[in-house]
């Protein structure tokens, strides 16, 4: 990864979701503009993750698959973040060139509490995995969310639980999640 920018080659990044409104598809020249950037700063693109919330990657569907692909082309990987919460068919899932899902803290913070939603966490986890895809859950706050999300197969987990983010290297946060590993995520 970035020799001298003081992140050891092992460390992936993370952008997190944008405050605000996300526009993936053109005019927003995303696949061109990360391109630019990881060649600008030395970086390798297969070590970079984005996380796109689902709304932005519905909200014109044909343009986010085109865009998708282009990423995946450059080696990105890409998360869904905050999925179920907007209004995805499953049918585009299969068109999406997804490696990841996140699935939303509203249906974690419940997990232990609320049947409905341990169903459907264990649905999301289950599905992402048939998908040969990797899942996230965010918003862990408690041992007994994480030994739940555990038994259910999640891969990975985030949150309070694990500690809170911490500030370096000009503005990014360095977390650790449930997996172990460190990651970057750039504010």
Known sequence: MGAGRGLPRDTDLAGGPARGRQ????????ARTIKEATARAGLRADRLEIELTEGAVMEDPASA?????????????????DFGTGYSSLGYLKRFPIDRFKIDQSF?????????????????I??????KMKV?????ETA???????AQGCDEAQGYYFGEGRETMGGATWSRNASGLVGAVAQ
Not at 23 to 30: G, K
Not at 108 to 124: K, L, R, S, Y
């Open 136 to 140: 996230t859950a965010e918003g862990v």
């Open 65 to 81: 698959a085109e865009v998708l692909h282009r990423l995946k082309a450059l080696g990105v990987r890409v998360a869904i973040d």
């Open 23 to 30: 526009h993936i598809a053109p005019p927003f020249p995303l």
């Open 126 to 131: 289950a599905l992402a995995h048939s998908l």
């Open 144 to 150: 007994d969310q994480f030994a739940a999300l555990k």
């Open 108 to 124: 974690i913070q419940e997990v232990t509490t609320d049947g409905d939603a341990a169903a459907i966490t264990t649905a999301v």
